[in-house]
């Protein structure tokens, strides 16, 4: 197993703890947990670019562990009682992109085969904007209500963009 893979492992086990520090209202430590794994999520990808040691387990590994990671924050930050949390609508809309990725996914593979997961420069972004507004409300900023509606805004056009990708390949002979 790889370096990059060890370290996307190493995200994945991050978020009980995370979640665990959220319920039990230790938002300073949620912070520092959830740092460390978004560190991880930028060096696994460049520890493997660099190496030349990209997986096929890595492919898979990588979009579900920020998959576990957001979703489990954006849940907890929207259900717990804090000065700064989400609008009902922020994870709904959130959580019913990456369903929609998810089951589109399985959708083209059931039809297609086998199909590669690349990820877009709008999923980047996406991805990128969501973990510094969990980070924001983390620490109970004031502006988090700017970053999670730009997060909103990257997680819906990058949603229809992958749908559009999904639709390309569902069309392709």
Known sequence: MTLA???TILRILLVPFFIALILYSKEKLAFIVFS???ITDMLDGHI???TKQKTELGRILDPLADKILLLSAFICLSVIHSP???PRYVPIIIISRDAIIVLGVFLVYFLKGNIKI???VLG???TFFQMITIVSVLLKFNFSPYLWNTAV???ILSGINYVMIGMRLLNDK
Do not use: D, G, W
């Open 5 to 7: 893979n060890r370290i």
């Open 36 to 38: 460390i794994a978004a």
């Open 124 to 126: 980047k972004v996406t």
């Open 48 to 50: 493997a670019r660099v």
């Open 153 to 155: 805004i990257f997680t």
């Open 84 to 86: 700064v949390s989400f």
């Open 118 to 120: 690349n990820p877009t």
